[in-house]
């Protein structure tokens, strides 16, 4: 079992900046691919991030390419997103996942475990 836990969210105007963080416990952190998702009222949830377990490799959602920043500290068993420029239509409740054997970074159903996570509200 992998458990995670978001922090980082807010209330944030359009323009700002927010940094969330996603702390692993349980398992080998290191052994895991970790991921960033968002789910928008009404909406179904959708890739955000994705990162490679040695932080080589990085994907994101063509949308928010050079706006948002996937990273990990394995040493901290932290994943973290910083997202710049926020927009309005970023708003949402962002979950961080995690599994050990993705193929396909930017499906959903690669991904066994998942965080409760974090809303990010952003003003217009």
């Known amino acids: 079992q992998v458990q995670l836990v978001e922090s980082g969210g807010g209330l944030v105007q359009a323009g700002g900046s927010l940094r969330l963080s996603c702390a692993a416990s349980?398992?080998?952190?290191?052994?895991?691919?970790m991921a960033w998702f968002r789910q928008a009222p009404g909406k179904e949830r959708e890739f955000v991030a994705a990162?490679?377990?040695?932080?080589?490799?990085?994907y994101y959602a063509d949308s928010l390419k050079g706006r948002f920043t996937i990273s990990r500290d394995n040493a901290k068993n932290t994943v973290y997103l910083q997202m710049n420029s926020l927009k309005p239509e970023d708003t949402a409740v962002y979950y961080c996942?995690?599994?050990?054997?993705?193929?396909?970074?930017?499906?959903?159903?690669?991904?066994?475990?998942w965080g409760q996570g974090t809303q990010v509200t952003v003003s217009s």
């Open positions: 996942a995690a599994d050990s054997r993705v193929l396909l970074y930017r499906r959903i159903g690669e991904y066994e475990y």
């Open positions: 990162i490679s377990w040695s932080g080589g490799s990085t």
């Open positions: 349980g398992r080998t952190f290191s052994n895991y691919a």
